[in-house]
């Protein structure tokens, strides 16, 4: 079949039977669409927090010793090198007249405790009648992230403690923290249903520090004033 005669064929399919030309033998099949291959959705990560069994014991503990030890095996306090130095005060008491309650164990040195026996003793409270404890029970820093759940298990603390008043001792200021220290005042507020009052750390009124004079008299003439539970002498 000559070029010529196709040309002419197709023109008269044409002209006969509008636009659509109708050809003999096998319809070739239309090249089936493809569709890109979507690349599967790439699975995001679940980050799961693991919790220790023991993690939970303190929230049931029935009485103070309990308490501790269930303190004691939570991963706050048994990772790293905390737990060689996890101390619970000796002068744990129940229903005490005040509840004297520092940072860590490295604000009360021997020589803060000196300061603190002789605050006391010119308040005329005898020391061996309130209960002492701390926020973080080890001399290592608790991370940021760590001081929701101290806080949480300080009010556990002094549910079970149940004393009359509470007396914070700030943590003393650093430059290396970036959190703003804790305001000293002597005026009442509540803290855990007790009547709670903030003093400066012990540590701030060494006499090697330079202004500790005048935290010192701030202390006597405003803070403890103000607080109106001590005669002051």
Not at 32 to 45: G, K
Not at 77 to 95: A, D, G
Request: overall charge neutral; proline content about 7%.
């Amino acid at each position: 079949m000559n070029a010529d005669f196709v040309k002419t064929y197709l023109l008269a399919q044409s002209e006969m039977g509008g636009s659509e030309v109708v050809l003999q033998g096998q319809p070739r099949r239309a090249a089936l669409a493809t569709t890109p291959t979507q690349p599967a959705p790439t699975a995001v990560p679940v980050v799961t927090t693991t919790v220790a069994p023991t993690d939970s014991l303190w929230k049931n503990a029935a009485n103070i010793n309990d308490f501790y030890e269930a303190l004691r095996q939570h991963s706050i306090y048994s990772k790293s090198m905390r737990s060689l130095s996890f101390l619970v005060p000796n002068e744990i008491k129940m229903n005490a007249a005040y509840l004297l309650l520092f940072h860590s164990p490295q604000e009360l040195t021997v020589e803060s405790r000196g300061i603190l026996e002789r605050l006391f003793k010119k308040l005329g409270v005898d020391l061996k009648t309130c209960a002492i404890s701390f926020f973080f029970k080890c001399d290592e820093t608790a991370m940021p992230r760590e001081k929701l759940v101290l806080k949480e298990m300080l009010f556990k603390e002094i549910e079970l403690l149940s004393p009359q008043k509470i007396i914070f001792f700030r943590e003393v200021p650093s430059s290396e923290k970036i959190e703003k220290p804790a305001k000293a005042d002597g005026n009442p507020t509540t803290f855990a249903g007790k009547p709670a009052i903030t003093l400066y750390s012990l540590l701030e009124m060494l006499p090697s520090k330079a202004d500790y004079k005048e935290k010192m008299l701030e202390m006597w003439n405003q803070l403890l004033p103000s607080s109106g539970w001590f005669t002051i002498f």
